[in-house]
């Protein structure tokens, strides 16, 4: 599976883009955020990265 995350400009702040193909299907998922939402994602996934890695077991599925 190819996973591929792109961020762009949207006149209310960034347009998220996630792209995933598996094969033949293909998938893609676009959000339009504020500033203010995409800084409050980015530090909730600097969270569970950060409490991932101190696990005994890190999971790239967690």
């Known amino acids: 599976m190819n996973v591929q995350v792109?961020?762009?400009v949207s006149p209310?702040?960034?347009l998220l883009s996630v792209k995933q193909n598996d094969g033949?299907?293909?998938?893609?998922?676009a959000v339009e955020l504020t500033n203010h939402e995409a800084l409050e994602i980015a530090n909730l996934?600097?969270?569970?990265v950060a409490e991932?890695?101190?696990t005994a077991n890190?999971?790239?599925l967690n």
């Open 6 to 8: 792109e961020v762009g």
């Open 52 to 54: 991932n890695q101190q």
């Open 24 to 29: 033949r299907l293909h998938q893609l998922v």
């Open 58 to 60: 890190p999971s790239e």
């Open 12 to 14: 209310s702040g960034v």
């Open 45 to 48: 996934i600097k969270k569970r």
